[in-house]
Nanobody, 124 residues
Framework: VQLQASGGGMVQAGGSLRLTCAAS????????MGWFRQAAGKEREFVSA????????MYADSVKGRFTISRDNSKSTVYLQMSSLRPEDTAIYYC??????????????????WGQGTLVTVSS
């Protein structure tokens, strides 16, 4: 599975961005898709994840109510709609695919495939 993330950019606090992750390769294999982020000098952290059917979602507490994850399996694409952005959301955002279970959606080690990352910068 190859992943290509896009949609990052610079936005003012309170603004919105939509990230897109396009998957290619064996995308019919029911992978869980997730978004992670890594700010400068910090470890990569979980943001959100969605199972194949779209019926189970998970969000980090820091983004609940502001970010929305969705997927379109017909297009092998997952989205992350980000609203009410804050300066602390500034990071490189990575999409990932793996075989995480409903209980392990937020665990970085459950993801086997990673995109190249897209930079989101939120100015105050």
């Amino acid at each position: 599975v190859q992943l290509q993330a896009s949609g990052g950019g610079m936005v003012q606090a309170g603004g919105s961005l939509r990230l897109t992750c396009a998957a290619s390769g064996r995308t019919d294999s029911g992978y869980v898709m997730g978004w992670f982020r890594q700010a400068a000098g910090k470890e990569r952290e979980f943001v959100s994840a969605i199972i194949w059917s779209g019926l189970r979602l998970m969000y980090a507490d820091s983004v609940k109510g502001r970010f929305t994850i969705s997927r379109d399996n017909s297009k092998s694409t997952v989205y992350l709609q980000m609203s009410s952005l804050r300066p602390e959301d500034t990071a490189i955002y990575y999409c990932a695919a793996g075989r995480a279970t409903a209980e392990t959606l937020g665990e970085i080690n459950e993801y086997d495939y990673w995109g190249q990352g897209t930079l989101v910068t939120v100015s105050s």
